[in-house]
């Protein structure tokens, strides 16, 4: 009987059935790099108005792979200020299909000035999905424009990295 188990557990491994549920977890966000690198990243989603301003404010630490997602119900022109937040951050900026169009490493914290999630002249300045990791991450984990997010959040009909 436990043989049959282990089996049965082993069966739902290899055919990925377990591995769907896990690439896409909504505390999970996975970041597939242009050369083919698999990163996760534990994350914390702010997906109303509320949560999205309050941000990372007032955390005095972050750790290694863990971060915050923000989501929008809409592509829509994003920025992003330091007021509060007392640790370097990376902020990410994503697209609607979860492609990364910008990185803004190491902002400055309780800095004000305005970080916006698009570079002058981007044809298409719209951003669905913002993701705040602790300063350098984005350099360690080699997330550059370009990188697709895999999370239960971007519309699967168009997703750059669908969940599996």
């Known amino acids: 009987m436990k043989r049959a188990a282990a089996l049965a ?14 690439s896409c977890a909504p505390d999970a966000a996975i970041l597939l790099t242009p050369d083919g690198r698999e990163q996760r990243v ?21 750790p290694p792979d863990h971060g915050m997602l923000f989501v929008y119900q809409s592509p829509q022109p994003t920025s992003f200020w330091m007021k509060n937040t007392l640790i370097p951050l990376d902020i990410l900026f994503f697209d ?3 492609v990364l169009r910008h990185v803004h490493s190491q902002a400055r914290p309780l800095d004000l000035t305005s970080l916006p999630g698009a570079l002058p ?3 298409d300045p719209n951003r669905m999905f913002v993701l705040e990791l602790a300063g ?7 997330l550059v424009p370009g990188t697709a997010l895999g999370h239960p959040a ?6 750059a990295r669908p969940c599996d």
Do not use: C, H, N
Not at 136 to 142: F, H, L, Q, T
């Open 9 to 22: 557990a082993l069966a739902l491994v290899v055919t990925g059935s377990v591995a769907q549920a896990a």
């Open 42 to 62: 534990t994350v914390e989603i702010a997906d109303d108005a509320a949560e999205r301003a309050q941000g990372l404010m007032y955390r005095k630490s972050l």
């Open 96 to 98: 609607a299909r979860g």
């Open 121 to 123: 002249g981007d044809p």
């Open 136 to 142: 350098g991450e984005a350099a360690r984990k080699g």
């Open 154 to 159: 971007v519309p699967q009909d168009d997703a």
